[in-house]
């Protein structure tokens, strides 16, 4: 079975950067929606950023972009999300998700996304 293992994140203050990783095992496949997601208590999920496998076309939500950047290493079947300029509100949980095929032009909805990490937490203060 495909399993994610996320790492990278950690504490920073307001303006660090951090970078996180997930890398993919378990199946050769090779297309797939890698997709980011975070979570703060009390709260959903929430999209993040998405890379297409096939092609590394890149989407990310309106409140990272410019700040965060994906990118990709087909050989080690690794994804990471380049976070800079972080601010206190980027502080969450940090899930990495995939799902076979491409993400069709924008970040899938999370319930499109069949395989989770098990998190990685990040902490701007």
């Known amino acids: 079975d495909v399993q994610l293992v996320e790492s990278g994140g950690g504490s920073v203050r307001a303006g660090g950067s951090l970078r996180l990783s997930c890398v993919r095992s378990g199946d050769s496949y090779s297309s797939y929606c890698m997709g980011w997601f975070r979570q703060t208590p009390g709260k959903g999920r929430e999209a993040v950023a998405a890379i297409s496998t096939t092609g590394g076309n890149t989407y990310y939500v309106d409140s990272v972009k410019d700040r965060f950047t994906l990118s990709q290493d087909n050989v080690k079947l690794a994804v990471y999300l380049q976070m800079n300029s972080l601010k206190p509100e980027d502080t969450a949980m940090y899930y990495c998700?995939?799902?076979?095929?491409?993400?069709?032009?924008?970040?899938?909805?999370?319930?499109?996304?069949?395989?989770w990490g098990q998190g990685t937490q990040v902490t701007v203060s």
């Open positions: 998700a995939a799902k076979r095929g491409a993400c069709f032009g924008r970040i899938p909805e999370e319930t499109r996304f069949t395989y």
